[in-house]
């Protein structure tokens, strides 16, 4: 059986500001209804595959459990990551955890956050990758190049292999990104495809190659793993295990090391949408050339990607701009220089401005929050509460909180007393009063908070109880 392991880290900083540190561009809706984890997932629909395994990081894990509530996903496992250390570590842990149930599956590790819009190619590409990972293969999916990129690595293909009439090659050679003048002599030559990071191999196989090229990896995740904890549905690994394990990608550790490697063929209409660019070429264009996502009015403006979020964006004679509108940041940028977009995010890190980690939108593992305003020593919040979910108990010591009631029902605890308060009802929550918030009903629950006191950062809650395991 194929066991789907998923990766969901990354900070997809050259989205920014869609992608924040805290809500990266897997867990966006960049070309429909359905955030890139979400297509991930589905384009798997009809393979037989087992319950994807997700690999996060634990800042990540409510937004990767609400999406799969959404999207109706049972998962085999969410594991999070202490910290990030590249690719070959999180699946060495994604093949402990399979194996470690006495199964030996075929792992076909997929990145959260690419496009694939040929779906048919794309299972019939996994369907190659089985026959050859069946045979104790590590197989790798090339993406057969349509320009000559210069922004991925590439591989170099070798002998033709055809059994059972799949085809794939062997693995001449891996090769960083080129020059322009060196990727054209890779395009024209036929010989080469895209690096696209995704693989297929034996749960056992891989493993088998960690310990022979990088023993010392395997053994560290070995330890890591069987010292991990089960928190609700995610399962944590011991950090001060993690923490010594060296950092390196399943490239070097693993695939350009070993004489078993394999390169399937994949023209499925790929990208990893690294760059604005990158997701104005895979999207929808109007007779102009130009992707328009919100409410737009343009007058001879040309070729250019318009996000507006929540304002009218208006553009008169323009060419070949990305203009991205969130409800706190404005990016305007010249669609050939948007790689730069990430030193922006630099930028605001050096000043430690919160816009480079989280929108003005805030999710939590109840609903999310909307800051509306923010004055010296008050602050209106718009609070959206899931149906069954609940807010801590807890106490503030620097404010008080109003809470009315927009729509739906609260269940709320103010200090000995616990009350409903529905529609256009209120309640006052004095500084220092043991509190809390649920949403009793059906039907999400929405009200305004308004905030006052000395101090009103996110980092004044003191918990008594949580059943999110945050205490």
């Not at 924040?20 to 070309?31: D, E, M, N």
């Not at 045979?135 to 210069?150: M, N, R, S, W, Y």
């Not at 060419?319 to 990430?342: G, H, P, R, S, W």
């Not at 919040?381 to 620097?398: E, W, Y």
Request: charged share 20%; with cysteine.
């Amino acid at each position: 059986m194929i066991l789907p392991v998923i990766m969901s880290g990354g900070s997809g900083s050259r989205l920014w500001p869609l992608s924040r540190a805290l809500h990266p561009k897997q867990f966006l809706a960049l070309l429909n209804e359905n955030t890139l984890l979400q297509e991930t997932i589905n384009r798997l629909d009809n393979t037989q595959c087992l319950n994807p395994l997700i690999i996060c990081n634990n800042e990540h894990r409510f937004i990767v459990a609400e999406q799969l509530r959404v999207n109706d996903t049972a998962a085999s496992d969410i594991i999070l990551e202490p910290m990030g250390k590249n690719t070959a570590p999180a699946i060495t842990l994604a093949a402990l955890a399979a194996v470690a149930k006495g199964d030996d599956p075929l792992l076909l590790v997929l990145a959260a956050d690419h496009v694939i819009k040929d779906v048919a190619a794309f299972q019939q590409a996994v369907l190659d990758a089985k026959g050859f990972a069946a045979q104790d293969k590590l197989v790798t999916f090339g993406i057969v190049p349509t320009h000559a990129e210069t922004g991925y690595g590439y591989i170099k293909q070798g002998a033709k292999q055809t059994p059972n009439e799949a085809i794939g090659f062997d693995v001449d050679s891996f090769v960083e990104k080129p020059n322009l003048a060196t990727a054209q002599t890779y395009l024209d030559s036929g010989e080469y495809l895209w690096n696209s990071g995704m693989f297929m191999f034996k749960a056992s196989r891989y493993l088998e190659e960690l310990a022979k090229f990088s023993p010392d990896m395997l053994a560290i995740c070995t330890q890591a793993y069987e010292n991990k904890t089960q928190d609700l549905d995610f399962t944590r690994i011991s950090a001060d295990i993690f923490a010594q394990c060296p950092e390196d990608s399943v490239d070097y550790a693993v695939m350009e090391r070993t004489s078993d490697a394999i390169v399937v063929p994949m023209s499925a209409g790929w990208s990893d949408v690294g760059s604005f660019s990158s997701l104005w070429e895979v999207s929808e264009k109007d007779e102009n050339g130009n992707v328009n996502h919100g409410d737009i009015i343009s007058h001879n403006t040309t070729n250019s990607y318009i996000n507006a979020g929540h304002k009218l964006v208006t553009t008169v004679g323009v060419d070949n701009l990305v203009i991205v509108e969130t409800k706190d940041a404005l990016l305007v940028a010249c669609k050939d220089q948007v790689q730069d977009v990430k030193t922006i995010v630099e930028k605001l890190k050096a000043q430690d401005r919160y816009e480079y980690k989280h929108q003005r939108e805030v999710f939590r593992p109840w609903g999310k929050y909307d800051s509306l305003d923010f004055g010296e020593r008050d602050q209106v919040k718009r609070i959206t509460v899931n149906p069954g979910a609940k807010l801590s108990i807890q106490m503030h010591h620097h404010r008080a909180e109003h809470w009315i009631v927009v729509s739906g029902t609260a269940s709320v605890t103010n200090g000995d007393k616990t009350f409903l308060v529905t529609e256009n009802e209120s309640t006052y929550i004095p500084l220092g009063q043991i509190h809390a918030l649920e949403n009793p009903g059906v039907l999400p629950l929405e009200l305004i908070e308004v905030q006052t006191g000395s101090y009103l950062g996110e980092d004044d809650i003191v918990r008594f109880d949580d059943k999110y395991g945050r205490v």
